[in-house]
Each structure stands twice: as structure tokens, then as C-alpha cells.
């Protein structure tokens, strides 16, 4: 493990936190491939892979913003307003659930896989030093942002990892502890 311990691995994960603010920097896509094929190594039962990942820069993020609007149906400063939310960050990842007919494994557990892969990467982004947010909402939902990120009938777009620089001012911040006693019980 290169020198780190589980104590190491605990103290990085416990530092992560949510960056709403971001600055234009991003990682590149020879960059993103490794993290991505590392949070792959995710539980995933029978192997399926019920996954994808899609890269949004550039352009990509005026039509996601686009299709925001056609959903909302909203003109005027609003819709510019609402338009913008995807250019807070230089790079969108959607997070999409591929579901496969199985007997084995349902549907929920499959978009737990796709979650569990999106946490991941996450995590793996907050540690090589990127600022990262997970932003959801009942966009995904919508058939205009559907179409727009070309999705299939059996996929569901969980939301999109928000990824962009650390502004200074916000190294510091940190995250309250979560009570482990409040959450974790023992079954006699």
C-alpha cells in the first residue's frame, strides 16, 4: 500500500467534503480513466457493470443547460439563471444506472452499484485534489435532459459529480463528524 495505512485511509476519506464553488481547472480524460476504473472496482453482483459514466465539458454543459430550461419551461432571467447551473464547473460526469433484466439482482441493487461508483470516484477525486459535488435533483427525471445525454430506455441518470479546482479559500473547511455510535448497532 506504497507506505499508507487503513489509519491514512480513514483520516483522507474522513476529510472529503462537498465544494459547491469550483475553479476552472479540471482533470483531463487521460486523468479521469484510472479513477474511473478504480471506483469500477465497486460490490457489483454477478459482475453486471450497471454503469456508465459520461464527460460533460465545453458545449456539452450549454446544451445540458438548455435542456434545464425546456424541462422547466421558463423564460426571461429565469431561464438564464437556470441555464448557468451547469457552467459552475468546468467538468459535469453524469452518473448513469444501466439496468439489465436479471433474476439474480434487481434493479435498486444495480443503481446501488452505479451510486457506489459515483461515491467512489468521489472520493478518488477529493484525494488527487479536486473539488467535487454531487448534485441531483428532479432534472434528473426530466426526457429533455434524458434525450440530451442520450440515454436508453433502461437507464437512469442519478445525477452529476460536479468537478473543478479547490478555490484557496476553501482548504480549510472541513466536514462535522458523523456520531458512529448513533448509526452503528450491535444485534445480540
Do not use: C
Not at 507506505?3 to 467534503?17: F, Q, S
Not at 484525494?127 to 432534472?139: M, N, P, Q, Y
Amino acid at each position: 500500500m506504497s507506505g499508507r495505512t487503513a489509519g491514512d485511509l480513514v483520516e483522507r476519506v474522513a476529510a472529503r467534503r462537498s465544494f459547491s464553488r469550483v475553479t476552472p481547472a479540471a482533470p483531463s480524460h487521460d486523468e479521469l480513466l484510472p479513477l474511473v476504473a478504480a471506483a469500477g472496482r465497486v460490490a457489483d453482483h454477478s459482475a453486471l457493470h450497471p454503469w456508465r459514466i459520461i464527460e460533460l465539458r465545453g458545449d456539452a454543459r450549454v446544451r445540458l443547460g438548455k435542456s434545464f430550461v425546456k424541462d422547466a419551461q421558463v423564460a426571461g432571467e429565469a431561464a438564464d439563471k437556470l441555464a448557468s447551473k451547469p457552467l459552475r464547473s468546468a467538468l459535469l460526469l453524469a452518473i448513469v444506472s444501466v439496468r439489465t433484466k436479471n433474476e439474480k439482482v434487481p434493479g435498486w441493487e444495480q443503481d446501488a452499484v452505479a451510486s457506489g461508483v459515483a461515491h467512489i470516484l468521489s472520493l478518488l477525486l477529493h484525494d488527487a485534489g479536486w473539488g467535487v459535488i454531487w448534485r441531483t435533483g428532479h432534472h434528473t427525471r426530466s426526457k429533455a435532459v434524458h434525450r440530451m445525454h442520450g440515454l436508453a430506455k433502461n437507464e437512469r441518470l442519478l445525477g452529476w459529480l460536479y468537478v473543478g479546482g479547490v478555490p484557496d479559500e476553501s482548504r480549510e473547511g472541513h466536514r462535522k463528524s458523523v456520531d458512529a455510535e448513533r448509526f452503528l448497532s450491535v444485534l445480540d
